[in-house]
């Protein structure tokens, strides 16, 4: 996740979800954890998954949950991984926001 409030697969995670086209994100504040799961592009909450190129040719995929974090007033103010996901047997993947790893780009 990035301060722009991006998320972002790899492409294990993304066939992991079905290869879903979209994602409904849900909140959990008492675990404080973040859910995820396919959805129905067509649906209004529903976030559109984007192919994303990362160096050396292999494929990631972005969306843009802006408005899911800025509606929960839930601030990203640097890029992190989520250290703790779960799949569950009903293709929802949970991670828990209490435990996240900073990443930070190294010297150029």
């Known amino acids: ?4 409030r ?9 066939v992991a979800l079905c290869e ?3 994602v ?6 008492v675990l404080q954890a973040v859910g995820m799961r396919k959805a129905d592009p067509e649906m209004e ?7 994303h190129k990362i160096p050396k040719g292999k494929l990631s ?3 843009s949950a802006a408005a899911f974090f800025n509606n929960l007033d839930i601030k990203i103010q640097r890029t992190f991984q989520f250290n703790k996901i779960v799949l569950d047997r ?4 949970s991670m828990r ?5 900073v990443v930070t780009r190294g010297a150029r």
């Open 61 to 63: 995929y972005r969306i």
């Open 90 to 93: 009903n293709g929802m993947i």
């Open 6 to 14: 991006c998320v972002y697969l790899n492409h294990a995670t993304w």
């Open 24 to 29: 409904e994100f849900l909140f959990n504040p």
């Open 45 to 51: 909450s529903s976030f559109p998954v984007t192919p």
């Open 1 to 4: 996740l990035d301060k722009r």
């Open 20 to 22: 879903p086209k979209a």
């Open 97 to 101: 926001i209490d435990s996240v790893t």
